[in-house]
């Protein structure tokens, strides 16, 4: 999750710098650039983390974070700033790691119980 959060930052990067300098657009793509690299800014947080509350906590902002990308990556899409392939390609890393931010979250709030 590590690595494939820190790649999907890369893309993210580059996506944005494509959208800001070809597009001319700057406040949309600028928010997909937080949200996007936060995810795993986030999960590095985490390995460090004081406790399981700890760790869940910035697991559960990584995965919020996810959340909003998605988000911002629909607004781009729909506004014609972001072409349908890279879309799918972002939206799809983006899903998976949604699916392993959850499964991670679920699997140490089992273990708190």
Same mark, same amino acid.
């Given at each position: 999750?590590?690595?494939?959060?820190?790649?999907?930052?890369?893309?993210?990067?580059?996506?944005?710098?494509?959208?800001?300098? &070809?597009?001319? =657009?700057?406040?949309?793509?600028?928010? #997909? *650039? $937080?949200?996007?690299?936060? +995810?795993?800014?986030? !999960?590095?947080?985490?390995?460090?983390?004081?406790?399981?509350?700890?760790?869940?906590?910035?697991?559960?902002?990584?995965?919020? &974070?996810?959340? =909003?990308?998605?988000?911002?990556?629909? #607004? *781009? $899409?729909?506004?014609?700033? +972001?072409?349908?392939? !890279?879309?799918?390609?972002?939206?799809?890393?983006?899903?998976e790691?949604?699916?392993?931010?959850?499964?991670t979250?679920?699997?140490?709030?089992?273990?708190?119980?």
């Amino acid at each position: 999750m590590k690595n494939k959060s820190y790649d999907f930052a890369i893309l993210i990067v580059k996506s944005y710098k494509t959208i800001s300098s &070809e597009k001319k =657009e700057f406040t949309l793509s600028r928010q #997909l *650039l $937080k949200s996007g690299t936060s +995810i795993g800014a986030n !999960i590095r947080e985490a390995e460090f983390a004081q406790s399981n509350k700890d760790f869940i906590n910035k697991m559960s902002i990584a995965l919020k &974070e996810a959340n =909003e990308t998605e988000y911002w990556l629909l #607004l *781009l $899409k729909d506004t014609n700033y +972001i072409n349908h392939d !890279i879309f799918t390609k972002l939206v799809n890393i983006n899903k998976e790691l949604i699916k392993m931010l959850v499964s991670t979250i679920n699997t140490m709030k089992s273990k708190n119980h």
